[in-house]
């Protein structure tokens, strides 16, 4: 889904025009990014909660080069859905079955 499918999906809820739609969409998404700019957290009970994880600085590889690169501290949005999303998500007894380890998947296939 993308933004603009999201603002269709609010102006069919009601008599709102498309302008208003996309007000509402903006406002909201601002208003997060506002938060986790400043450092708050956000929580939207049935549906999860927004805050900012700390990464530390580091040494990383460039990929292509295979040269050593520092890679600075840095903040970094990060989303934890509730359990009623996962949920909804996965329905129960629809879980997916755990990944065999490599030995049995062998042995299977043999």
């Known amino acids: 889904m993308t933004k603009a ?3 269709e999906e609010v102006t069919k809820l009601g008599d709102l025009t498309r302008r208003d739609s996309e007000v509402i969409v903006e406002t909201i998404f601002d208003a997060v990014i506002g938060a986790l ?3 708050d957290k956000i929580e939207i ?3 999860g909660s927004f805050r900012i994880r700390q990464r530390k600085p580091r040494i990383g590889r460039n990929p292509k080069t295979g040269t050593r690169v520092e890679v600075p ?3 970094v949005p990060y989303f934890k859905p509730s359990k009623e999303l996962r949920d909804l ?3 129960a007894g629809q879980r997916p079955e755990p990944p065999k380890p ?3 998947a062998a042995d299977s296939a043999a």
Request: charged residues 35%.
């Open 102 to 104: 490599p030995a049995e």
């Open 37 to 39: 700019r400043s450092g």
């Open 73 to 75: 501290a840095k903040k």
């Open 45 to 47: 009970r049935g549906f």
């Open 5 to 7: 499918d999201l603002v």
């Open 89 to 91: 998500v996965n329905p």
